[in-house]
């Protein structure tokens, strides 16, 4: 299988604490790679030292071999790797389409005063990108909130079109840290179904963080278990179900 992302020995250290020690990671081609972990195990700063958010202290992130370690979130984001934050913040007054769209034209090198001067190449790409937004929204079964306002929508339904709109432009690799935090338990299995669409559909690795370890245990292709900053564990499902290490340090019992 082909790898999108490789992670090796990557460390971030605040005053004098290691938030991040040597974690090493490999995610594949429309693999969905889970990261579990108590509260302060490290997993947002995992998630901020591969997107640039943080400077990591040593180690590498590399994407098709090159290592971009310690690259600006702006590059980073130009080499495909995509993310979602907690707050996320969609458009309000945009429609869900539009909202969409600025996924799609932040990718595009045709500027909008192309297609306000009606140049005809990028308006045949305006009209393919409406045409990607609107296959997207029904791929993720919300076209007919298409010429909804987003402030209108639900909070599991703004968080949809907010991965929707990161993976318009069909980046390599996209990091979700909590996307189905608040959300009913029904809305929560729906989103990781959306995720496995998405992973399955467009081929691409998907990092995700989420605290609800049964919806990881069905939803994950694998499983990180992180602690203290240290990876303690990775396998699939049914590995980690299994692994004592995590049972102890994680879950609480052996
Ligand atoms: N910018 C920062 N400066 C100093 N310390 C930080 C910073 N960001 C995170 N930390 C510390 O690093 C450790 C790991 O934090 P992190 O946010 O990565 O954990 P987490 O696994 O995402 O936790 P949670 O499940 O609560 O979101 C914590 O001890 C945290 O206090
Ligand atoms: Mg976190």
Redesign the pocket.
């Given at each position: 299988m082909t790898n999108v992302l490789e992670v090796e020995d990557l460390c971030v250290r605040?005053?004098g604490?290691d938030?991040l020690k040597d974690v090493s990671l490999t995610l594949a081609k429309g693999q969905i790679l889970a990261v579990i972990?108590?509260?302060?195990?490290?997993?947002?700063?995992?998630f901020n030292a591969i997107s640039g958010y943080?400077r990591p202290t040593s180690g590498q992130v590399r994407l098709a071999g090159e290592n971009i370690a310690g690259a600006s979130p702006h590059e980073i984001a130009r080499h495909g790797i995509r993310r979602t934050f907690q707050n996320g913040g969609l458009f309000p007054a945009l429609t869900v389409l539009e909202n969409v769209l600025t996924g799609l034209h932040a990718q595009t090198s045709g500027s909008f005063l192309d297609v306000i001067l009606g140049r005809s190449q990028a308006l045949d790409s305006e009209r393919a990108m409406i045409a990607r937004a609107r296959d997207l929204l029904s791929l993720m079964q919300m076209e007919k909130m298409a010429d909804t306002p987003a402030a209108d929508l639900s909070g599991g339904q703004q968080r949809i079109v907010e991965i929707i709109r990161t993976v318009a432009s069909e980046p390599p690799i996209l990091l979700l840290d909590e996307p189905a935090v608040g959300l009913s338990p029904l809305a929560r299995d729906q989103m990781m179904q959306i995720i496995h669409r998405l992973a399955g559909e467009t081929g691409t690795g998907i990092l995700l963080?989420e605290?609800a370890v049964e919806l990881v245990m069905a939803g994950a292709d694998r499983i990180l278990v992180?602690a203290a900053?240290q990876r303690i564990a990775e396998g699939t499902p049914e590995e980690i179900r299994e692994d004592r290490a995590v049972l102890e340090a994680y879950l609480g019992h052996a």
């Open positions: 605040f005053a604490l938030a972990g108590p509260n302060g195990a490290g997993k947002t700063t995992l943080v963080i605290h992180m900053g």
